[in-house]
Structures are given as structure tokens and as C-alpha cells.
């Protein structure tokens, strides 16, 4: 099994700008994940309800992890494909879009880099 920060192609992902003992030799370029995801309407439902009464909506975040790894996988094949086995300075940012807000959009970006 991979470790959570690196991917079957051994690529590593960092929120940092470097990673401690293992010197960058090259970089490879800016690289980008983009996963959107529309909301259910029942699912909706049932999280509204959730808000109403207390809690924590389990569908939602269900969601939006997998959403998350799905845009750091991104990640991870674009900076391999530029030769990369890393990528430091890794964001991610979450948007609502579409109508009414009816979608999310979870977004990673960083450097790929060799180490």
C-alpha cells in the first residue's frame, strides 16, 4: 500500500515548498488537478435536515474527500507525465459553481519537481 502522500507512480505531494532530504535537482513545471462534482438533490434534502437538527453531514464529506484525492491524483499523473516524482507547494482550493450553487469544484496545483 502507498503511503498517503505518494502515489502508485511514487510521486510525492507536499504542502511545502521543499521536502527535507531530498534536494530538488529539476523543475518540471506548474501542474493542476480539477475534479467538479454536482450535488444531489436528495442528498440535499437530507443535509438540510441535518443542519436543521445538529450534526455533521457524512454525505458531504464523503464527497468532498473523494473529490480531493480524485484532484491530487490529477496532480500526481500531470507532474509524472512532465517527469516529475514530486510536487511542492501544493494548494487546494474549494469552489461552489454552476446555478444556485448546485456544484463544487476542488482544485490542487503545485510545482512538479525531480528529487
Not at 454536482?38 to 454525505?59: P, W
Amino acid at each position: 500500500m502507498t503511503s498517503p502522500w505518494k502515489d502508485a507512480r511514487g510521486v510525492i505531494v507536499s504542502t511545502t515548498p521543499m521536502l527535507e532530504g531530498h534536494p530538488i535537482q529539476e523543475y518540471c513545471g506548474i501542474v493542476t488537478g480539477e475534479v467538479i462534482v454536482g450535488a444531489n438533490l436528495f442528498r440535499d434534502l437530507f443535509a438540510g435536515i441535518r443542519d436543521i437538527v445538529g450534526g455533521r453531514s457524512g454525505s458531504y464529506e464523503r464527497i468532498l474527500a473523494d473529490a480531493r484525492r480524485q484532484a491530487i491524483e490529477e496532480l500526481q499523473a500531470e507532474a509524472a507525465a512532465l517527469g516529475g516524482n514530486a510536487v511542492v507547494g501544493v494548494d487546494l482550493d474549494y469552489e461552489v459553481i454552476g446555478p444556485n450553487g448546485s456544484m463544487l469544484m476542488v482544485s490542487a496545483s503545485g510545482t512538479a519537481v525531480r528529487v
